[in-house]
């Protein structure tokens, strides 16, 4: 069974860094893409970033200012999150999508995790 839990949000002020976390449970190989989504109050969820191997996307939101990245360990991931702006605020989550084809489009990402809130004051 797949289970992908998130942690790490909080709140911070403009300009400060955050690093999101993603352990994914479930997978017996590296062979998922790991999307990062995020869902303000009133709007849909958007896509921020999506992973594999050494495959990144980047949303053009992101500017650079977020950085996917893989822990040492085996299926943790990490959003890294700088120079944060108070429209960053909102639910983060990670999601996974299986035996996944370059770059997957969002509704192939089956499996989610809880969310975790980021909340940024100016």
């Known amino acids: 069974q797949l289970q992908l839990v998130e942690s790490g949000g909080g709140s911070v002020q403009a300009g400060e860094s955050l690093r999101l976390s993603c352990v994914v449970h479930?997978?017996?190989?590296?062979?998922?893409?790991l999307g990062w989504f995020r869902q303000a109050p009133g709007k849909g969820r958007e896509r921020i970033a999506v992973?594999?191997?050494?495959?990144?996307y980047y949303a053009d939101f992101v500017n650079g200012r977020f950085t996917a990245a893989r822990g040492n360990a085996k299926y943790t991931h990490y959003l890294e999150m700088s120079t944060l702006k108070p429209e960053d605020t909102a639910m983060y989550y990670c999601?996974?999508?299986?035996?996944?084809?370059?770059?997957?489009?969002?509704?192939?990402?089956?499996?989610w995790g809880q969310g975790t809130q980021v909340t940024v004051s100016s």
């Open positions: 479930g997978y017996s190989a590296d062979t998922y893409c």
């Open positions: 992973t594999r191997s050494a495959r990144q």
């Open positions: 999601a996974t999508a299986t035996a996944c084809t370059w770059l997957p489009a969002h509704h192939e990402f089956s499996a």
